[in-house]
């Protein structure tokens, strides 16, 4: 579940909560749920943290800085948001992890352009960037 609550023209705060459960079974032969990359505590590796039970909750703060050119695109974003987390049927996962993230997206007219980094607990930190959309 997420929202987006516009608090003016150029500004948004944000919250979203995720989860997922296996319901107790057995024998799959994998982590069912993933946690760790964009968007997924952000200062954790790609799948870093994996579980047979999870859940996720984000916050965060969306600005307009500016706006391009129609010919270059659409506007230019800051944000900064906070992530915390948990998965479950991992001994080796922390006990509940949390990152911090600050990022600048571009809406451009070859897509979204997106440069951040994120700081999270036990010394993980991340910076990543990308073109397009992130599935």
């Not at 952000?42 to 800085?65: C, D, M, T």
């Not at 659409?74 to 922390?94: Q, R």
């Not at 600048?104 to 994120?118: D, E, H, N, T």
Request: glycine share 18%.
């Amino acid at each position: 579940m997420s929202q987006f609550v516009p608090i003016s023209q150029k500004q948004t705060i944000f919250v979203a909560a995720n989860g997922g459960s296996a319901f107790g079974a057995s024998g799959l032969g994998f982590q069912v749920f993933s946690l760790g990359g964009p968007q997924l505590l952000s200062a954790y590796g790609r799948n870093e943290l994996l579980g047979n039970q999870y859940w996720l909750l984000q916050g965060g703060y969306l600005r307009e800085v500016t706006r391009l050119s129609p010919l270059l695109g659409g506007a230019i974003y800051g944000l900064a948001a906070y992530e915390a987390g948990k998965v479950y049927g991992n001994p080796l996962a922390p006990r509940v992890p949390q990152s911090g993230t600050v990022a600048v997206i571009v809406k451009s007219a070859i897509g979204p352009v997106f440069l951040g980094g994120s700081i999270g607990d036990s010394d993980h930190y991340k910076w990543w960037f990308g073109l397009g959309r992130i599935f």
